[in-house]
């Protein structure tokens, strides 16, 4: 993996609001240090650059791997992930309690290979509504 020196990361955390982006878990109610993915993997050609990197919880970032996407579960159709940079989160998802709802073919295969609604991840995002802390404000995309 390529070095990412701190003004990158300062940039890219502040970008992401401080949360993942893509099940917009807070980087404050996280045990662990939440990491520099590059949407397109470096091993498919991908840059260690602003507009390729993502601020990933270490969830997401495992299960995405150097994935660029997977087949959709219901067309079983070949279907890229929802990209950060190049759409909006609310296109793509909708929050019902602590589950994570996709909405199109880009939401369901993210969903499903980046396992946003095991139990556990549900019951963590629960306790963050209860607290008031999830879902975090949705970050300003001014600077992409």
């Given at each position: 993996?390529?070095?990412?020196?701190?003004?990158?990361?300062?940039?890219?955390?502040?970008?992401?609001?401080?949360?993942?982006?893509?099940?917009?878990?807070?980087?404050?109610?996280?045990?662990?240090?939440?990491?520099?993915?590059?949407?397109?993997?470096?091993?498919?050609?991908?840059?260690?650059?602003?507009?390729?990197?993502?601020?990933?919880?270490?969830?997401?970032?495992?299960?995405?791997?150097?994935?660029?996407?997977?087949?959709?579960?219901?067309?079983?159709?070949l279907?890229?992930?929802?990209?950060?940079?190049?759409?909006?989160?609310?296109?793509?998802?909708?929050?019902?309690?602590?589950?994570?709802?996709?909405?199109?073919?880009?939401?369901?295969?993210?969903?499903?290979?980046?396992?946003?609604?095991?139990?556990?991840?549900?019951?963590?995002?629960?306790?963050?509504?209860?607290?008031?802390?999830?879902?975090p404000?949705?970050p300003?995309?001014?600077?992409?």
């Open positions: 993996m390529s070095y990412v020196s701190a003004t990158l990361r300062r940039l890219v955390t502040q970008r992401a609001g401080e949360q993942c982006e893509y099940c917009r878990f807070p980087q404050t109610a996280s045990l662990f240090a939440f990491e520099m993915e590059h949407i397109i993997a470096e091993k498919h050609d991908g840059i260690t650059e602003a507009e390729n990197l993502a601020l990933s919880c270490p969830y997401c970032n495992r299960f995405k791997g150097t994935d660029l996407g997977s087949l959709d579960p219901e067309t079983q159709q279907t890229p992930f929802f990209n950060p940079r190049l759409q909006e989160w609310s296109d793509h998802f909708r929050l019902d309690g602590g589950t994570i709802i996709p909405l199109t073919p880009e939401g369901r295969v993210t969903a499903k290979i980046l396992q946003f609604n095991l139990p556990e991840r549900i019951l963590e995002r629960e306790q963050l509504i209860t607290s008031g802390e999830y879902p404000p949705h300003q995309t001014t600077d992409q």
